[in-house]
C-alpha cells in the first residue's frame, strides 16, 4: 500500500513539473514609449496613446482618469484607436445607467406583480365571503316565508295535519 501512494505522489510531481514546463512564460512587456502607432501602442492594455503629441505612455493606473498634463481625455485614446477616452466614459456611463434602470424597473415590476398576486386571492375570499352572506340571508327569508305559508294552509286546513280539528273528518 505504501509503494502505491509513494508512485502516485511521483507521478503527480512529474505531470506537475511537465505542465509547468509547457506552460509558456509570458514575455517581458515592452516599455510603452517604445510604441510608435496607436495600434502597436493599445496592444498593451498598461499604455495610453495620446493623439496630440502622438505618444504612448504608461497609463497612470494610481488616478482612475488620466489627468490633462499627461494628456487631454479628448485626445486620449485607451483600448482602441478609433474611439477618445471622454467617448468611452460617457458612453459606458450610459451602458451603466441603462443597465441600472433595467434591473431598477425588474425589480420593481417584480415587486408590483407579487403584490398583484397576492391581491387576488383576498379579494376572492372577501367575494366568498359576500357571497355566502347574501346565501345565509336568502336561505333565512326562505325559512320565514316557509313558515308563513304553512300557517296560513294550516288556518284553512289546506294541511294535513294530526292535531288539525277537523283532520279526523275528512279521513272518515
Not at 16 to 27: F, M, R
Amino acid at each position: 500500500m505504501l509503494k502505491r501512494s509513494s508512485g502516485c505522489a511521483v507521478v503527480v510531481a512529474l505531470l506537475v513539473t511537465a505542465a509547468a514546463a509547457l506552460s509558456p512564460t509570458p514575455a517581458p512587456k515592452a516599455p510603452c514609449k517604445t510604441f510608435t502607432t496607436c495600434d502597436s501602442c493599445l496592444s498593451n492594455v498598461s499604455c495610453l496613446w495620446c493623439q496630440t503629441n502622438l505618444s504612448c505612455t504608461e497609463y497612470p493606473v494610481a488616478h482612475l482618469l488620466p489627468p490633462a498634463s499627461i494628456c487631454p481625455l479628448s485626445e486620449a485614446r485607451w483600448g482602441v484607436c478609433w474611439v477618445n477616452f471622454e467617448a468611452l466614459i460617457i458612453a459606458m456611463a450610459v451602458v451603466g445607467g441603462v443597465l441600472l434602470l433595467g434591473i431598477t424597473v425588474c425589480c420593481c415590476c417584480c415587486c408590483c406583480r407579487c403584490r398583484r398576486s397576492s391581491r387576488p386571492d383576498r379579494d376572492e375570499e372577501e367575494y366568498a365571503r359576500r357571497r355566502e352572506e347574501i346565501k345565509q340571508r336568502s336561505d333565512d327569508r326562505k325559512a320565514e316565508r316557509r313558515a308563513r305559508h304553512d300557517e296560513i294552509r294550516k288556518k284553512y286546513g289546506l294541511i294535513a295535519d294530526s292535531d288539525h280539528p277537523y283532520s279526523r273528518f275528512e279521513n272518515e
